[in-house]
């Protein structure tokens, strides 16, 4: 296995979004794709400067982004410069799936989000503040039979793309899209046919191949089993590397997709099984044993900044939501 980490691969560069201004924690990708220039995910605005100066030591310009298209605009990690950008250019194209584009005209609905997977307001401020993205930026990819995005008033945007097709982002370049939801039920992948390269977002959940972890995401409003069929669907289009959210880019593909595959089905049976005895109340005790070692890991290989924010923040906040999602969501007959 190679990793990539921190590095290009042919024309797609990792860029560290220096998230909560950890070193290798988030990533996002720039594409030139010859006489364009393509970012798929921004990271968040907390960290607009540190992106910023990352695209400009690869001898880009933020002024000089043509297209933006994002994994999952429901989360700010991945959106939260978008509106930044687009001030810098105003004919950048932001491309997003029907079901997140709400959070990018209206960051109130993003925060709301935000604020349900978080402990404290504290917490979820540390992110930082989006900016409204104006409409007529917007490229909206759905279903053939879905339906207009309705905005507050009964003004409707139009669904402009459609999954699977090809969009033309350069003289001689094109992406494609592929809904996958599970992490959030907006999620998308985003397919590189010249490089065979699949940007997979957080569907993995987060992968440090440098420590030796990878663990789940169970945010607000995720969906074990439909991330369980995206994953399968990002290991039929076979690519040759995937690019992650959490973090960097692999040529391990059926390593990490299988790995992925694993943890989020053994996570869904704990739940299942703790809500048919009757545990269920045990269950964040449970999600954060399983976890412990993962957290030892961090701190022995990233340092105790990370460890105390995976152990003392992130997961305990996941462990919740894990239980929330069981007795609403997944087996609610078991409540």
């Given at each position: 296995?190679?990793v990539?980490?921190?590095?290009k691969?042919?024309n797609?560069?990792?860029?560290?979004?220096?998230?909560?201004?950890?070193?290798?924690?988030?990533s996002s990708?720039?594409?030139?794709?010859?006489?364009s220039?393509?970012?798929?995910?921004?990271?968040q605005?907390?960290?607009?400067?540190?992106?910023?100066?990352?695209?400009?030591?690869?001898?880009?310009?933020?002024?000089?982004?043509d297209?933006?298209?994002?994994?999952?605009?429901?989360?700010?990690d991945?959106?939260?410069?978008?509106?930044?950008?687009?001030?810098?250019?105003p004919?950048?194209?932001?491309?997003?799936?029907?079901h997140?584009t709400?959070s990018?005209?209206?960051p109130?609905?993003?925060?709301?989000?935000?604020?349900?997977?978080?402990t404290?307001l504290?917490q979820a401020?540390?992110?930082?503040?989006?900016?409204?993205v104006?409409?007529?930026?917007?490229?909206?990819?759905?279903?053939?039979?879905?339906?207009?995005?309705?905005l507050?008033?009964?003004?409707?945007?139009?669904?402009?793309?459609h999954?699977?097709e090809?969009?033309?982002?350069?003289?001689?370049?094109?992406l494609?899209?592929?809904?996958?939801?599970?992490?959030?039920?907006?999620?998308?992948?985003?397919?590189?046919?010249?490089?065979?390269?699949?940007?997979?977002?957080d569907i993995?959940?987060?992968?440090?191949?440098?420590?030796?972890?990878h663990y789940?995401?169970?945010?607000?409003?995720?969906?074990?089993?439909?991330?369980?069929?995206?994953?399968?669907?990002?290991?039929?289009?076979?690519?040759?590397?995937?690019?992650?959210g959490?973090?960097?880019?692999?040529?391990d593909?059926?390593?990490?997709l299988g790995?992925?595959?694993?943890?989020?089905?053994?996570?869904?049976?704990m739940?299942?099984?703790?809500?048919?005895?009757?545990?269920?109340?045990?269950?964040p005790?449970?999600?954060?044993?399983?976890?412990?070692?993962?957290?030892?890991?961090?701190?022995?290989?990233?340092?105790?900044?990370?460890?105390?924010y995976?152990g003392?923040?992130?997961?305990?906040?996941?462990?919740?939501?894990?239980?929330?999602?069981?007795?609403?969501?997944?087996?609610?007959?078991?409540?």
């Open positions: 296995m190679k990539y980490q921190g590095m691969y042919n797609i560069h990792t860029i560290d979004t220096k998230m909560f201004y950890f070193d290798n924690y988030q990708y720039l594409i030139d794709a010859g006489g220039i393509v970012l798929v995910d921004c990271g605005a907390a960290q607009w400067q540190e992106v910023t100066e990352a695209i400009e030591r690869l001898d880009y310009s933020v002024d000089k982004i297209w933006i298209f994002l994994t999952h605009a429901e989360h700010v991945h959106s939260g410069n978008v509106g930044y950008i687009v001030k810098r250019n004919d950048c194209k932001v491309v997003a799936s029907s997140g709400l990018l005209i209206n109130d609905v993003e925060f709301a989000n935000r604020r349900r997977a978080f404290s504290d401020a540390k992110m930082g503040w989006q900016v409204k104006p409409e007529k930026n917007m490229e909206i990819i759905g279903y053939g039979d879905d339906r207009d995005v309705e507050a008033g009964g003004e409707q945007l139009k669904i402009t793309h999954f699977g090809d969009i033309q982002v350069g003289p001689d370049y094109i494609r899209c592929y809904f996958a939801p599970g992490h959030q039920p907006g999620h998308m992948i985003v397919e590189d046919p010249q490089n065979k390269a699949l940007f997979v977002g993995p959940g987060n992968v440090f191949s440098d420590c030796g972890c789940t995401l169970n945010p607000s409003g995720s969906d074990i089993p439909a991330n369980l069929k995206s994953l399968q669907l990002c290991l039929d289009l076979d690519p040759e590397v995937i690019c992650m959490h973090f960097g880019i692999s040529d593909v059926k390593g990490i790995d992925a595959i694993t943890i989020y089905s053994n996570l869904y049976n739940g299942r099984e703790y809500m048919e005895s009757g545990r269920a109340e045990e269950i005790t449970r999600f954060m044993e399983i976890m412990a070692p993962t957290i030892d890991k961090l701190a022995r290989y990233r340092g105790g900044e990370v460890a105390a995976a003392g923040q992130h997961l305990p906040a996941q462990s919740k939501l894990f239980l929330e999602l069981c007795k609403e969501y997944y087996f609610p007959e078991l409540a």
